[in-house]
């Protein structure tokens, strides 16, 4: 009777906190493997150069179920996409106005993604190179139509611009209308002007992929901790309320954040680099240096100011672990993904072709860029790229951490806390411990609606690991529950 009411009160209190705490779940970048500043490498230990980066720690799983109706479920955020592309292009009005009347699957409540909802796809797995036959796209294909640019119609292969709803508050290039799109070609996100591009008369085309569902998706619930930390709750992220206040490269920035971590610093010692999607999180798309007068972040957060290459006060860049797998072969690792926290400046040539550089934000605060890991911003007196984004590698940091459910229940105690992976499973669920337990685990499974699909006693005699088999489940999502003794530790996982 008692096992019973701890069950029942783990599914309210876990439908509970589904529904107003961790609305908006971050899915993880994908990136699996680890990188110095040049190459591949095998995964760094405590203590090691380039310890500490996205490959390392992992997030929520992408996991998606085909519909079989022209629709894509996440079952990690609970968006409902839009499976295939349109047969040509929109222009960013068309996209706005045509989820209105879109209608596949036989919904009639599409919209037009917000930058956060559309950044959700994007996985770092990918790969921009020199063609597009070299190229991996930056979205999953199994599940998502993606088609590069048409170079015969004299498009760039990377012109796979997706549009969303959200407008940046300040303007770009010479006071622009902007819109932040991502690109799933080349892993950016950018703000791109919606006007006719030069030599044309037709406004911009994008790509569009409309969504459905979970409406909550991307609206952050800071809270201050007032111990120099803010936790959001819609994420369950814990983040520093301060930044790094100077200018690291990439690995330096690494060791920077493990160096706080023998320092305990906050009373952590779990601190991390976050990875492009985390960051990109708490990015606030409503302000800018431009509108007022701030960084592109939550006001609860404190943001050092710099002085931009055009001598002006702005805001930094900062870095993420994730590597930005990009340009030809021999640089492909060299680059490492940050996010414009003030103006994406960059240095426009114009007239073209007339060797007069003009600094401007090309591209918006709230754009995801990369920069070399290393290196002297000296030698790229231009910046790099076709709107000449500025380099900068000497990028700030704000680390991250954790902020989750363990042990929930009545005499609940932390004291064997529980990993289980892989996180969605197929058939077998690893149980790890953090120690060793002898004493029997009573193991239940339990569906959202209630119903216990699983109960069995396992008695664990010295091991940290046991596997439980899973294969015969329905997909979905499930409750893992074990017992031990007077102590409860719960986790979700996700069957496919």
């Known amino acids: 009777m008692q096992v019973k009411s701890i069950i029942l009160s783990l599914i309210s209190l876990f439908l509970f906190c589904s529904t107003f705490s961790q609305s908006y779940k971050i ?54 996409w839009q499976k295939n592309l349109f047969a040509d292009k929109l222009t960013y009005d068309e996209s ?45 294909t199994e599940y998502f139509e993606f088609r590069y640019g048409d170079e015969a119609a004299g498009e760039r292969f990377i012109d796979s611009q997706y549009a969303s709803s959200t407008v940046y508050v300040g303007t770009t290039m010479n006071g622009d209308f902007t819109m932040f799109g991502v690109n799933f070609a080349d892993g950016r996100i950018k703000g791109y002007g919606t006007d006719p591009l030069p030599g044309q008369t037709g406004d911009k085309l994008f790509e569009v992929k409309y969504v459905r569902g979970n409406t909550d998706y991307g609206v952050n619930e800071f809270s201050d901790n007032l111990d120099g930390t803010i936790t959001d709750s819609a994420t369950e992220l814990m983040w520093t309320k301060n930044d790094s206040q100077e200018g690291l490269n990439w690995g330096d920035a690494l060791a920077w954040v493990q160096q706080r971590n023998n320092e305990n610093y906050l009373g952590h010692d779990d601190w991390r680099l976050p990875n492009a999607k985390e960051l990109q999180s708490i990015i606030d798309y409503s302000r800018s240096l431009q509108t007022t007068n701030s960084a592109a972040i939550d006001p609860l957060f404190e943001a050092s100011t710099i002085i931009d290459e055009g001598g002006e006060i702005n805001y930094p860049f900062y870095w993420t672990g994730t590597t930005h797998l990009d340009g030809p072969p021999n640089l492909k690792y060299t680059n490492a993904v940050y996010l414009c926290f003030g103006e994406a400046l960059g240095f426009m040539e114009t007239p073209p072709n007339s060797g007069n550089y003009v600094l401007m934000d090309v591209h918006g605060a709230g754009a995801q860029r990369s920069d070399p890991k290393v290196g002297d911003p000296d030698n790229f007196p231009n910046g790099h790229g076709p709107q000449g984004d500025v380099i900068r590698i000497y990028n700030f940091v704000r680390m991250v951490r954790d902020v989750t459910l363990t042990g929930i229940g009545e005499n609940d105690t932390n004291e064997s806390n529980l990993i289980i992976y892989p996180n969605p499973v197929s058939d077998f669920l690893t149980l790890r411990f953090d120690t060793p337990v002898s004493q029997a685990i009573e193991i239940k499974i339990i569906s959202m609606i209630g119903q216990d699909c699983s109960s069995n006693n396992i008695i664990h005699t010295g091991n940290s690991e046991l596997r439980v088999d899973v294969s015969s489940l329905n997909p979905g999502i499930y409750l893992l529950i074990s017992i031990l003794g007077s102590s409860t530790l719960t986790q979700k996982f996700i069957k496919k």
């Open 27 to 80: 899915v993880d970048t994908n990136q699996e493997n680890c990188y110095d500043t040049i190459n591949q490498i095998a995964t760094p230990s405590l203590g090691d150069p380039f310890y500490g980066q996205d490959a390392q720690y992992i997030g929520n799983q992408p996991s998606y179920e085909d519909n079989e109706d022209g629709t894509v479920t996440d079952l990690v955020t609970g968006l409902m």
């Open 96 to 140: 706005v106005a045509g989820a209105d009347t879109c209608t596949i699957g036989g919904f009639d409540d599409w919209r037009l993604p917000s930058i956060k909802e559309l950044y959700s796809l994007i996985i770092f797995s990918g790969y921009g190179g020199t063609s597009a036959e070299e190229s991996i796209p930056f979205i999953n």
